[in-house]
């Protein structure tokens, strides 16, 4: 296990380990590791990370992200060093997360810090893959919780497995919003516990493990990193991650490039990023999205440590794709990677498409394009989804 300190990225001073928030002000906590270089555990998943993840065990759950060079999909478009993190279902490729998105590196290691931590039973919040991961990640570990999903969610509560365990899925008559609403109502109560979104360290840090996993097997930093974006905490946790890296010494010293990407015209980020009114998004929002999980009313922009600082400490930008764009890309990526991806990824790979066509990135530069999801219709070949 990898000791560490748990400290508030704005006034530094160190909180207690379980804490969601620092009583001073409004900066993330984020976890300060001892051990200042990344060594591998001989365990199997995302554990293998086991010194930076914020827990001291491990459960029999969590696949690993697995990295690859693009063959077909970075020559079409003419990068020379594209690499692929892929989260999902893909088994020649070795990437075996059968809930098919990378919610599975955020929920497993939540998941396990909150059996270390008897904080008592955790209730979720989600409109779609964070619930499904969550669910699996409880269903599979014993844990009991509590989900909150819209209605009109419920058909992302698939699983390839059966549920079981106390595990209880509500069906909420309403919104993400009124999903939120239900789950803060709950959590406050005794007994019960908020998972905490972009605020969580195990969250962060588990979705960290994409650049981990990259970096080990690029054996250096990407110069960019693309991603598909709702909360941004991904973004987040892949600058900590690339932070990290840059301390272990081996490799290299320049932060990697954050490449946000959003789905307009629902695009929070995009808006604040871009300081456009036009691109605000609408109230009927996230009807019309080409993929909704990408929709966040509130992402964690401006607070110290949050998606604003990383952004302009990597010298980042962010996209705006629509979903036609999207829908093109995941044509095109889907023929020449010859696996099929959810519709978040392939927002990501549009935005990649729009950087190389703008000259935004050099065609020799490395690039790694978090594909956040995918697999699930060889997932429903191979396997029974109820
Ligand atoms: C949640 C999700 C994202 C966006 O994640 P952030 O929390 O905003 O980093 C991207 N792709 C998929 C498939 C997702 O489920």
């Known amino acids: 296990m990898g000791d560490y300190t748990v400290r508030c990225v704005s006034c530094k001073e160190v909180q207690p380990r379980y804490s969601l928030r620092c009583p001073h002000d409004d900066g993330l906590l984020r976890a300060y590791y001892e051990q200042r270089q990344l060594e591998l555990s001989d365990l199997p998943g995302i554990w293998k990370f086991l010194c930076w993840l914020p827990v001291k065990g491990h459960m029999n759950v969590g696949g690993s992200p697995v990295t690859y060079k ?15 993190s892929f989260s999902g279902y893909w088994p020649k490729r070795g990437a075996l997360m059968d809930t098919c998105s990378f919610k599975d590196l955020e929920a497993a290691p939540t998941m396990q810090r909150l059996k270390e931590s008897n904080a008592g039973t955790l209730v979720v919040a989600s409109a779609g893959n964070t619930a499904r991961a969550f669910a699996h990640v409880a269903s599979r570990s014993g844990m009991p919780l509590v989900l909150f999903v819209p209605q009109a969610s419920l058909h992302r509560m698939w699983t390839a497995n059966e549920y079981r365990g106390p595990l209880c899925l509500v069906g909420v008559k309403g919104d993400y919003n009124d999903a939120i ?5 709950l959590s406050s109560r005794p007994g019960f516990t908020p998972e905490g979104g972009a605020r969580n360290i195990a969250r962060r840090d588990g979705m960290g493990t994409v650049m981990l996993e990259a970096a080990t097997q690029m054996k250096a930093l990407p110069d960019h990193y693309f991603q598909a974006v709702g909360s941004g905490t991904g973004g987040i946790a892949a600058w900590e991650a690339s932070m990290r890296l840059m301390d272990d010494g081996r490799y290299g010293h320049a932060l990697p490039k954050l490449h946000l990407a959003q789905n307009v015209p629902c695009a929070p980020i995009y808006s604040l990023w ?6 605000a998004p609408a109230p009927q929002c996230p009807k019309g999205m080409y993929d909704d999980v990408l929709f966040n009313r509130k992402p ?3 607070i110290a440590g949050g998606v604003y600082q990383a952004l302009v400490e ?3 930008l962010v996209y705006g794709v629509t979903g036609d764009q999207a829908d093109g890309a995941r044509a095109l990526f889907q023929e020449l990677e010859e696996i099929d991806i959810l519709p978040a990824a392939a927002v990501a790979a549009a935005a990649l498409i729009q950087a190389v066509d703008s000259g935004r990135i050099g065609l020799n530069d490395t690039v790694l394009l ?5 697999g699930a219709s060889l997932l429903r070949e191979n396997m029974t989804i109820t």
């Open 370 to 374: 978090n594909i956040t999801g995918g």
């Open 274 to 279: 871009t300081q456009d009114p036009r691109a």
């Open 181 to 185: 609403a239900m789950a803060e109502a």
């Open 300 to 302: 964690p922009w401006s």
């Open 70 to 84: 693009s063959q077909g999909f970075g020559r079409e478009i003419g990068l020379k060093n594209l690499f692929i």
């Open 314 to 316: 990597s010298n980042g």
